[in-house]
């Protein structure tokens, strides 16, 4: 992979260059861009709010208490025919909320049981406070569904969309780690902290430098890349240089991911967190989609980044080079192509954009110093899917593993969702073992 | 299974064998798949695709019991394919062979193997973290301590394992590797690989040995030896099939040539005549200086040196050499591919 | 700081119930990665099937322990085996992740609400060691002995587990060892080096690989029998992949293909990780060290774990006992 001829390179650094500005610019004016309605949204809010939602549907008149840490009871509201509510306070701090249960409809249910929270609010800012309700056993959710069609038909809506939602978020981080499989041969499993990193960077900015986040995620994204860059060019290349096999290397990136994984442990502590900003806001309607406007956002800057990426790939001299060293990484080095070059590159967007990929994750859901960890076998399921090494396949795999998990809900409990998408993974490769995508091999 | 070791000795002198190989082709036409009077291997309409690329469609072809055959053809011309076929390590699209009339397609590698239909690969396999012994008796058939529980008891295998030690010292001793008996495969140069995974072919006591390129890789100084050991094969009783680039090697060992191109066998002959064919020119010649290679043409050239790199890549890089004794350079034929 | 005390249980560490329990799962990983080839990373599954078909056995359906004993046995060679057909005949890094993905199937149903009857949720199972323990010989007390001023005494309990738990590990190294010189652990080996060779000389790989998998699949499950029994409960969460990744260090560490090397490996692990967490807690305790909480510690260990993984893989992969000409860290995929 390595000794290839530098005279050989013909590659201009220039072009290259350039190429890696204007994206990262593009990217940045981007999510400036698409932010602009989103931030409208919210007004000034200092205080904690949340909706409640039994299966799609809003649960009106579910009795809510807020009290200080201490005990000092705050305001008691009730939930509105959207089945939002809020509290707005004096003072930044922790607050406990408490859920009536008992004021919940009959058939509902706290998942998990607990039905206290003890959010933080910053100044300025509104926390949301999320209580997951589900259905009380099985029996109850045959009915709803035998009732009438419609209920289903708007969930399955639902749940696509919430399905592609996770599915972007997924090729995003799959991308980077199916490229890098392709040109190195690593199966990289510290994928899943270049996605954590990603969240807590911006998590930095956001919260630590007081930056909103648009900013935040914009620095952390080009530090991430950075980051991967570092880690190509100061680690993992010097281990290709020594000839570390394929396995050893693998077995070092577990190495890699306990390491980063327990630093950030130290670093942001072992609780939930959410950025500062979006974290609450009123869902819209489009049709029988109800989110919030801001994972409408997110899924355009992902598609819109994806769709870049794999127009880079296809048209792009540096995209053109990094298939071919995925393909076979010898035959392109003796074509004169830099692997060594390509391989950095390919290290620094995969970098920034599983980091896009983390800020993403974290403004859906919540950020956790498990998050990488917890989705790593999700972007592996969808990278195996596509077919290992294939950057279109991870593409592909990944939206059928997020819409596998979330639409399986409409039959699974969702607490197994990511049982079906791993079983799917298991007979797929028993079926078609090359990945949908992927190139049967050669023997002799 | 242990025929073609003891016949090597009871058989007539080396003339015999290979009068006996030549008088059985001496007036067979120069069609390709023309019956021979006892073959061993017999193929039918055998076709392997890749994508839309068809990589092997041979309509018929038959092997001469005892003879040394040569497969040739210009590059990308499939013989690897069809090998791979043959021996169960690729499935074939469609197609039948019988080896000794048993029907052979569908059967997977290692009962081709226990047939008597051994092969050995173009990028020499040995068992890098093995000994060159270890090597040699993996290769013995029905051992008693390979089965699990009775591997636990050494009393039920040490004796056969003894025997097999002292089969595979012998083959050592005729391929001059003796003296490497202890050292690790990975640590002997690219030509003791292919004599070391020669002999290990004989331990399983095949009928048939089919060698993919036995000279590709290996250093000038061994190939008059390994030669020897092929023309030996004949003479112990074993029937030879072999693909080979060297024209010299081919009309130096073989007793029948059998020409491949894109895929399909498109003439056949004595290695004397053979080059002087009309045909084997056109496929030598024509393809590569008057036409344009055809796009499939190309892409299975592609293929094929894409494969070859990369195993090389690996086979290099997961070898460990011992001071002293690097593998050889490959042969300009090699890395031409 | 209290020296005595931290002396004590690293010394015990030693030859503690986690080493134990560690070193058998490493055994069987021994089996599969070291000696044949095969990139298991579901290892923590086979223990988890294990210990969940004992507990499930005797508290849920009310059955002896011994027939608990034997589900959990056949539990782990069915999962080795269901394991196996689709992933033997893939290449070594769609191994790894299917078992992966499989190990998390398995710990994600004993963890859920759906099944909780059966397997407890994620608070497990509890309760089900009573007939090991009926035939425990050791009178009620401490055994041991103390070293000048440190005492190392286990209870009657311990004493049980750690007895039944060394034995095992004799049993698998010595089964281990008899294998690895006979010609059946020539082919595992062989197909560590190339399948297509081990193919071409009449060995049916498949099967090799699925005999090897059961086998390490079977010397593992026993880790999770000694993890239930030694703590009398069993929880998904520690039958997750992490624990199977530090199998991996522990048989790297020791030296993978070498018969003891799972068991110095897993000696070694928890010796140096008990001394740095005792001496770190203590001097937290002590305000020695202000810049770490005791949470903060236990971070501390894993990312050592972790670095020292890393340090192993580059300038030692053949661990402690390994000869590094004989390696399977470094065959190619």
Known sequence: MEGHNPALTYFEGAPLRRAVIAFTAFLGGLIFLLAGPAHAGPAECQGLRGTLKLQGQPVNGAKIAVTTEGGQPVKEVTTNAEGTWDVQVDKPGKYKVTLDVSSLPQNAEVRGGNNVRTPTVYEGNCSTVLYALQAKGAANQQQQEGGESSPFWTQAAQLTFEGLNLGLIIALAALGLSLIYGTTGLTNFAHGELVTLGAILAYAFNIGFGLHLIPAAVIAVIVAGILGYLQDRLFWGQLRRRGTGTIAMMIISIGVALFLRYVFLIFFGGQTEAFAQYTAQPGIEIGPISAAPKNFVAMGIELVVLIVVGFALLRTRTGKAARAVADNPALAASSGINVDRVIRIIWTFGGAIAALAGIMLGLSQNLKYTMGQDILLLIFAGVTLGGLGTAFGALVGSLVVGLFIQVSTLWVPPELKSVGALAVLIIVLLVRPQGILGRRERIG | MHDAETTATTGGGIADRKAAALNAFKDLARDPGVPKPDPILVVDNVVRRFGGLTAVEVNHVEVQRGSITALIGPNGAGKTTFFNQLTGFDTADSGTWTFNGRPMNGVPAHKVARAGMVRTFQLTKALSRLTVLENMRLGAQQQKGENFWRALIPSFWRDQEEEITQRAEELLVRFKLDAKRDDFAGSLSGGQRKLLEMARALMVGPELVMLDEPMAGVNPALTQSLLGHVKDLREQGMTVLFVEHDMDMVRDISDWVIVMAQGAVIAEGPPSTIMSDERVIDAYLGAHHDAPLSESELEAQLQEAEAALEAEIHETEGTTPAPGSAPEPETAEERQK | ?333
């Open chain 3, 1 to 333: 700081m209290d020296w005595i005390t931290i002396i004590s249980t690293t010394i015990k560490a030693a030859v503690g119930v986690e080493t134990v329990l560690y070193a058998i799962g490493a055994i069987g990983l021994n089996v599969h990665f070291g000696y044949t080839g095969l990139l298991n990373f579901g290892q923590a599954a086979f223990m988890g099937v294990a210990g969940y078909g004992l507990a499930v056995t005797v508290t849920v359906m009310g059955l002896p322990f011994w027939v608990g004993i034997f589900v959990g046995l056949v539990a782990a060679v069915i999962l080795a085996i269901l394991l196996g057909i689709p992933t033997l005949k893939l290449r070594a890094d769609y191994l790894a992740i299917v078992t992966i993905a499989a190990a998390e199937i398995v710990r994600l149903i004993f963890r859920s609400v759906q099944f909780k009857s059966v397997f407890g949720g994620s608070d497990g199972q509890r309760g089900f060691s009573d007939g090991f323990y009926a035939l425990n010989p050791y009178p009620e007390g401490e055994y041991g002995f103390n070293l000048g001023p440190v005492p190392l005494l286990f209870g009657h309990r311990t004493m049980w587990v750690l007895t039944v738990g060394w034995i095992l590990i004799a049993l698998f190294s010595f089964v281990v060892y008899l294998l690895m010189k006979s010609p059946w652990g020539r082919v595992l080996k062989a197909i560590r080096e190339d399948e297509d060779a081990v193919r071409s000389l009449g060995k049916s790989v498949f099967s090799y690989k699925m005999q090897a998998l059961v086998l390490g699949g079977v010397i593992g499950c026993f880790g999770g029998f000694i993890y239930g029994l030694g703590y009398a409960s069993v929880q998904p969460d520690v039958f997750g992949t992490e624990t199977t990744f530090y199998m991996y260090t522990m048989l790297i560490l020791g030296g993978a293909a070498r018969v003891l090397g799972p068991v110095l490996g897993s000696m070694i692990f928890w010796v140096l990780l008990v001394l740095f967490y005792n001496v770190m807690t203590e001097a937290v305790g002590a305000g020695l060290i202000t810049f770490l909480d005791t949470n903060q510690v236990g971070a501390m260990r894993w990312i050592l774990v972790g670095l020292g993984l890393i340090l192993l893989l580059i300038f030692r992969p053949q661990g402690i006992l390994g000869d590094k000409r004989e390696i399977a860290i470094d065959a190619r995929r």
